[in-house]
């Protein structure tokens, strides 16, 4: 039975699309999200069906819905800002009850929201079917910059260590009678907050004292992985070749 494991987005398995290398899962990632983004907002249909094709990816990868959907908490952002568009755009307006709003707006939300869900949804099936060293990996043999993976390198890395620092400051804060309800616990946080920041940049300088100690010369040493074979490279391309079959069916429509 499949668990998280690795980093914090990771759910352990052993599926089809667990198995696939990353720098295709990668690439997958970018050509779907690029269909996706070409898509006029108009066509509702070929949302639907771009749904259909990760819901299926979800599917063989057997990763529990369960486990997916609590982390696309991160969208709410961008769901509040589509619901703010239909109210402050300009344009043709349409009675909704007692709401007066934009027709270009409610189109602009739709977009929004259905653009930006299969993103982190694709997105979401990336990190939860590939380990933190698989991720870097792919990085490098896509040949993206050498300071950007060593910066996505170091923050899975130190980001679970960073959330067990958190964990361990809030266990020391309630076990001396602290709940963080209201105004008044807001200068506590605060001052969690900055000494979590000096103890993380304190961690920083001397992981990269221990490093330069070790010969580190500004780059890090590249990690072999193994060459794809024709099925991986066919299982990587299905999903952006369907979506892309999708969009050229509704630019021919």
Do not use: C, N
Not at 29 to 37: S, Y
Not at 161 to 174: L, N, S, T
Not at 177 to 198: C, M
Request: hydrophobic letters at 55%.
């Amino acid at each position: 039975m499949g668990a998280p494991h690795g980093h914090l987005l990771h759910y352990h398995g052993h599926s089809v699309v667990h198995r696939t290398p990353a720098h295709l899962k990668i690439a997958a990632l970018l050509a779907f999200v690029v269909v996706v983004v070409a898509t006029p907002g108009t066509e509702l249909w070929a949302f639907g069906a771009y749904l259909a094709l990760l819901l299926g990816v979800v599917a063989l990868s057997h990763v529990p819905p369960a486990y997916i959907l609590p982390r696309m908490v991160v969208e709410v952002p961008f769901l509040v800002f589509a619901l703010l568009l239909p109210f402050i755009a300009t344009g043709e307006r349409v009675d909704v009850g007692p709401f007066s709003l934009s027709e270009p707006g409610l189109l602009a939300a739709w977009t929004l929201v259905a653009k930006g869900t299969l993103g982190v949804l694709a997105a979401l099936v990336l990190a939860t079917t590939t380990e933190g060293r698989d991720l870097v990996a792919g990085l490098q043999r896509l040949r993206m910059p050498a300071l950007m993976v060593q910066i996505l390198s170091f923050m899975l890395r130190y980001l679970e260590v960073v959330g067990a620092e958190m964990h361990r400051m809030r266990i020391a804060r309630e076990s001396r009678g602290f709940h963080g309800r209201g105004l008044r616990a807001w200068p506590v946080l605060a001052s969690s907050a900055g000494s979590l920041f000096i103890r993380s940049y304190e961690r920083g300088e001397r992981v990269h004292l221990a490093m330069l100690s070790r010969g580190y010369a500004g780059r890090l040493p590249l990690t072999q992985s193994q060459p794809a074979d024709a099925s991986q490279l066919a299982r990587a391309a299905a999903l952006p070749g369907a979506a892309l079959l999708v969009l050229l069916t509704a630019y021919v429509w």
